[in-house]
């Protein structure tokens, strides 16, 4: 009824609006002078606007006016798809460059002031705080619709467990940060505090809390809807549950210098419900061709050629005569006869010029063939190396050597490259026993980590392996930083928090330790 009224008085309204001759109304306006037209317009909008604030007749107000190409809610299964997506093509690039420049992976020829640790200077990558933010907080919807909505249960136990992944990846390169306060926009929440890491951890919602209720919530899951919008596990379920005991063991041997881990690492180990084989590696693949290949394939190729393999990897790789360097790296340009080179870490581009073609570009399946590569959430021989590593400071009982070989094993398959037949009885043979053997763990695992710069960086914080290098041309006083400062416009949107949080790290210094790297 209203939209019938609606519709005549424009047909009043339009006419008289538009033209500028009443010659040129409809018919049955024509015979009527303009005054009189005027005052029957004025009654008939008095009726409308009386008829529409005293009449009950607003059954379809909300629909007239709902955007139906602006929906107010979004399925759970498009926001985990963007969530993995996204974040697993955004870390992936970032990994890569900014992170493997902290790790030492590879060297920046120019560009490159991160590379000499001015961390708040990124430049082709090094600034991951949004991706965790944006990221966070559309999985933070996730899990709301699941609480709220019974028809969503099913992404509960998912969504947890994602929020514990990309939490730990934060809090692990800045320390303490807005957590739990943080992702309530919505809510009215724009300036949240920061937590401190040993909460983000080890309190209730953090990081082994959800594991483990993501886990619970996997386990009593009796609905019949599908996991959906899932490119890790394709909606398997049994696969989400090894992915967070995987991530159970990592965070407890991350924490383990702060609190007694080994009831719990032996406790997963022995129910054995974890990443186990490649087959079961949290993962999903890139393509060849736009828009899902690798992001390094899309830089410019000025920008590509702005990394390449850093001395500490030609090193190592080299040391273990490693034929993955041929599938990591290419032969640089000048050399006759196929071979590799390496570049010092952190150069100063103005003073001196590095020539391109003496230095080895990052290989193939970083540009030209990235259908090969994955976006690495978790995998097999990262959870084995854990395990070698717990195993050799006798926090679980398992043999060591025989963790470290599996692992070791499936890094090579992962990478798609033939384990020489000698490798594990010679080249990269088990250590001694002791520190030996636990930085022949942890090379392996930052060799294999090259597309998680990142991981490598804080695995060498909180080891000390493998050896990293003192920079040519370093802007931190000859120091390895030992995390992430806080971004600039922390500053200037959430002041007085950042400015605590700043307080407790000597002004935002990259040089104080997180928690679980103190002595």
Same mark, same amino acid.
């Given at each position: ?189 724009? #300036?949240? !505090?920061?937590?401190?890491?040993? &909460? /983000?951890? %080890?309190?209730? *919602?953090? +990081?082994?809390? @959800? ?47 702060? #609190?007694? !881990?080994?009831?719990?690492?032996? &406790? /997963?180990? %022995?129910?054995? *419900?974890? +990443?186990?084989? @490649? ?47 041929? #599938? ?6 000048? &050399? ?184």
């Amino acid at each position: 009824m209203m939209k019938l009224m609606v519709i005549r008085v424009l047909t009043w309204l339009l006419p008289l609006r538009k033209s500028k001759s009443r010659t040129k109304l409809y018919p049955i306006v024509q015979r009527i002078d303009y005054k009189t037209q005027s005052t029957h317009l004025k009654l008939y909008l008095s009726f409308v606007l009386v008829f529409v604030f005293s009449s009950s007749c607003t059954k379809d107000f909300e629909e007239i006016n709902t955007n139906p190409n602006q929906p107010l809610s979004v399925q759970p299964s498009l926001l985990l798809r963007q969530v993995i997506y996204d974040y697993g093509e955004q870390m992936s690039y970032e990994g890569f460059t900014g992170g493997n420049l902290l790790g030492q992976y590879t060297t920046a020829l120019d560009f490159n002031l991160f590379d000499r640790h001015d961390l708040k200077s990124p430049q082709l990558g090094g600034n991951p705080w949004p991706i965790f933010f944006q990221n966070l907080r559309d999985n933070e919807s996730i899990i709301q619709l699941a609480l709220e909505n019974e028809t969503f249960a099913v992404y509960e136990g998912p969504s947890r467990i994602l929020k514990a992944y990309m939490a730990a990846a934060l809090t692990d390169l800045f320390g303490d940060v807005p957590y739990f306060e943080a992702f309530r926009g919505k809510e009215g929440t724009v #300036t949240p !505090v920061y937590n401190t890491q040993e &909460s /983000i951890y %080890t309190g209730e *919602d953090g +990081i082994l809390d @959800n594991l483990n209720k993501g886990i619970t919530a996997l386990e009593n899951y009796t609905g019949s809807i599908p996991l959906e919008g899932d490119i890790l596990f394709n909606g398997d379920l049994e696969g989400w549950i090894r992915f967070a005991n995987s991530l159970r063991i990592k965070s407890l041997m991350r924490i383990s210098s702060q #609190t007694d !881990v080994s009831a719990e690492l032996q &406790s /997963i180990f %022995t129910n054995g *419900d974890f +990443i186990d084989e @490649n087959e079961e590696n949290a993962i999903f693949n890139f393509t060849d061709g736009e828009p899902n290949n690798f992001r390094l394939a899309r830089l410019r190729i000025g920008d590509f050629n702005n990394f390449v393999m850093s001395e500490t990897m030609e090193e190592i790789l080299v040391g273990f005569n490693d034929p993955r360097i041929a #599938t990591l790296f290419r032969p640089f340009s000048n &050399s006759d006869s196929g071979e590799f080179n390496g570049l010092l870490n952190g150069i100063d581009a103005t003073q001196n010029a590095a020539i391109l073609a003496d230095f080895s570009l990052a290989g193939t399946i970083f540009r030209e063939n990235t259908g090969d590569l994955d976006a690495n959430f978790m995998t097999s021989w990262e959870t084995h190396f854990l395990l070698a590593e717990a195993a050799e400071r006798g926090w679980i009982t398992a043999d060591a050597q025989e963790l470290y070989e599996i692992g070791v094993t499936q890094a090579f398959e992962y990478w798609q490259v033939a384990l020489p037949a000698d490798y594990l009885t010679n080249s990269a043979l088990y250590g001694a026993g002791g520190d030996a053997s636990i930085q022949q763990i942890l090379t392996q695992k930052w060799i294999a980590n090259i597309i998680n710069g990142y991981e490598g960086w804080i695995e060498y914080r909180r080891t000390g392996f493998p050896e990293l290098k003192t920079l040519s041309a370093s802007l931190n006083n000859d120091i390895i930083p030992v995390r992430m400062p806080y971004p600039a416009e922390e500053e200037a949107l959430n002041s007085v928090n950042y400015a605590d949080a700043a307080s407790r790290t000597d002004g935002n210094s990259i040089n104080v330790p997180v928690w679980w790297d103190e002595d």
